[in-house]
Antibody, heavy 122, light 107 residues
Framework: EMQLLESGGGLVQPGGSLRLSCAASGFTFSNYAMTWVRQAPGKGLEWVSSISGGGGTTHYADSVKGRFTISRDNSKNTLCLQMNSLRAEDTAVYYC???????????????WGQGILVTVSS | DIQMTQSPSSLSASVGDRVIITCQASQDITNYLNWYQQKPGKAPKLLIYDASNLETGVPSRFSGSGSGTDFTFTISSLQPEDIATYYCQQYDNPSITFGQGTRLEIK
């Protein structure tokens, strides 16, 4: 069974940093692109960032470009999101999701992790 | 970026009703349109991919159609367990956007 388990969330002050991790199991991690999607409290879904299976291609939403960095370690089946210069509007549940293919070309998301809450507040 | 206009934002229907949700893209996305179900407190779940393909294990009462800019998601006979929020998602690479969501309630 494919599983994704996020960690690293919590409370951080505005301007601070946080690093999210996602441990993947049940599939050949390096064969699939991975993505972060977030959901602010009571709001809809927002795509954040994606990385190809080999790690050579990354994409970011304009709202996080220059502040967030996505990375992966295929030897450890782990996806990461380094979040710097955090703002109140980054407060959300962050989901780790697996894409259909390796190359960021055919893009639907399944499965999703259970999500991890990031709260940016003083 | 491509904008997705999903409607209605909320919907109340009775068990057994046919339910229709629409999603309109701001430009042609061929069939690059997926549908997800999110139950309260849970992660979203993929139901339909590439506009009309039913994900494995998803009940056949769910279906999708459309191409270009106009898409439709249908529940043929609403069941109590279908209470959730539904989202469309387009992938005109590299940009990905979701619709605003449709909250479905039982009347």
């Amino acid at each position: 069974e494919m599983q994704l388990l996020e960690s690293g969330g919590g409370l951080v002050q505005p301007g601070g940093s946080l690093r999210l991790s996602c441990a993947a199991s049940g599939f050949t991690f390096s064969n699939y692109a991975m993505t972060w999607v977030r959901q602010a409290p009571g709001k809809g879904l927002e795509w954040v960032s994606s990385i190809s299976g080999g790690g050579g291609t990354t994409h970011y939403a304009d709202s996080v470009k220059g502040r967030f960095t996505i990375s992966r370690d295929n030897s450890k089946n782990t996806l990461c999101l380094q979040m710097n210069s955090l703002r109140a509007e980054d407060t959300a549940v962050y989901y780790c999701v697996k894409e259909y293919s390796s190359a960021l070309a055919i893009r639907w998301f399944d499965p999703w992790g259970q999500g991890i809450l990031v709260t940016v507040s003083s | 970026d491509i904008q997705m206009t999903q409607s209605p934002s909320s919907l109340s229907a009775s068990v057994g009703d046919r339910v229709i949700i629409t999603c309109q893209a701001s430009q042609d996305i061929t069939n690059y349109l997926n549908w997800y179900q999110q139950k309260p407190g849970k992660a979203p779940k993929l139901l339909i991919y590439d506009a009309s393909n039913l994900e494995t294990g998803v009940p056949s009462r769910f279906s999708g159609s459309g191409s270009g800019t106009d898409f439709t998601f249908t529940i043929s006979s609403l069941q109590p367990e279908d209470i959730a929020t539904y989202y469309c998602q387009q992938y005109d690479n590299p940009s990905i956007t979701f619709g605003q969501g449709t909250r479905l309630e039982i009347k």
